[in-house]
């Protein structure tokens, strides 16, 4: 098992950036695939970006392709999601998950996440 805290978040202008962090503790993270979501008010959770447990391979959403950037460090146990140029739209609360399922490299379904964080509030002003 894998308990994973989200940090990182808060309010940044439009065209900021934020980096956020999950730590995980338990089980080393290295056994999973780690993936970044959000959920804005009234709207279903979304996948954002995934990477593979060695973190060569990662997949983006296209909505966050080529401003978000996730990235791992298994010596620390953590997994980042940095986010550049912000838009309001991307105001949501962000949350990490681990998947441990070994057939999936990097492109997991949402269903195969087994820990989730509690996420982080991501709010970017206009």
């Known amino acids: 098992q894998v308990q994973l805290v989200e940090s990182g978040g808060g309010l940044v202008q439009t065209g900021g950036s934020l980096r956020l962090s999950c730590a995980a503790s338990g089980r080393a993270v290295v056994n999973y695939v780690m993936g970044w979501f959000r959920q804005a008010p009234g709207k279903e959770r979304e996948f954002l970006a995934s990477?593979?447990?060695?973190?060569?391979?990662?997949f983006y959403a296209d909505s966050v392709k080529g401003r978000f950037t996730i990235s791992r460090d298994n010596a620390k146990n953590t997994v980042y999601l940095q986010m550049n140029s912000l838009e309001p739209e991307d105001t949501a609360v962000y949350y990490c998950?681990?998947?441990?399922?070994?057939?999936?490299?990097?492109?997991?379904?949402?269903?195969?996440?087994?820990?989730w964080g509690q996420g982080t509030q991501v709010t970017v002003s206009s």
């Open positions: 990477i593979s447990r060695s973190g060569y391979a990662t």
């Open positions: 998950a681990a998947g441990g399922e070994p057939s999936y490299r990097v492109v997991m379904p949402e269903y195969g996440y087994d820990y």
